[in-house]
């Protein structure tokens, strides 16, 4: 089945994070098989940019927004661990438990405090999760908190609205504070290879500093 584009626009017009846990787990069944058949492209991208900046055996990684599991499914296939999922949605989270790939997964929004102690991770992975109505670019203080001095920070951002979300902003003002200094920034690419053609998101890599 192609990506219906009815629940893309659903869960990026999200309004609040109830709204979005909602969408999530009434589109957890169908997830895998609508977004592959479009072509879904984030988790090897993922994977192929931890494979550049982290070392594998370095420590555990934290997969904020995890959903079903198919950003750690790729993290595992490339020799990372362990992995530890984070998501609101407790259905994607099921599906996130059925693959194996995880020590462990919590039910909890990204944009809050995390439950994790100060340097608690080698690297946090966030793909998929910093679209319109979804988490917000504040969320980036506490994945870079979580994160230890030397390791890095990943995600995506959609190329067409993140400098008017906010996410500009956050990362220059940790910049500036020395917390992270940014590592690479990837061309804007298509995200889905079949389906979804003006959707472009762009990778961030950013080393924490303190």
């Known amino acids: 089945m192609p990506l219906n584009t009815e629940d893309l626009e659903h869960v990026y ?3 609040t994070p109830e709204e979005a846990r909602a969408a999530y ?11 592959l058949a479009g072509g879904f492209r984030l988790p090897g991208v993922a994977a ?13 990684i934290l997969d904020a927004g995890c959903g079903t599991g198919l950003v750690g ?13 984070l998501d609101l949605s407790p259905r994607m989270l099921a599906a996130a438990e059925a693959r194996g790939v995880y020590e462990s ?8 405090p995390l439950p994790f102690a100060d340097g608690a991770f080698r690297a946090a992975s966030c793909f998929g999760s910093f679209g319109p109505g ?4 504040e969320s ?6 979580v994160v230890r001095p030397g390791g890095h920070v990943l995600f995506n951002l959609v190329e067409a609205s993140y400098e008017a979300q906010g996410f500009p902003a956050v990362m220059e003002r940790l910049a500036a504070a020395g917390r992270w200094r940014e590592a690479e920034r990837s061309p804007a690419f298509r995200a889905f290879l079949l389906t979804e053609p003006e959707l472009l998101c762009r990778v ?7």
């Open 134 to 137: 979804h988490a917000p670019p």
């Open 73 to 85: 499914e790729a993290l595992t296939v490339f020799g990372f661990g362990p992995l530890h999922g």
């Open 13 to 15: 017009g999200a309004r």
């Open 204 to 210: 961030f890599v950013f080393e924490v500093l303190t």
């Open 48 to 60: 192929g940019f931890a494979a550049r900046h982290v070392p594998r055996g370095s420590g555990p």
């Open 140 to 145: 980036l203080d506490e994945l870079a908190r």
């Open 105 to 112: 997964l919590t039910e909890h929004r990204l944009g809050t």
């Open 25 to 35: 787990d009434g589109w957890a069944e169908r997830y895998d098989g609508d977004n």
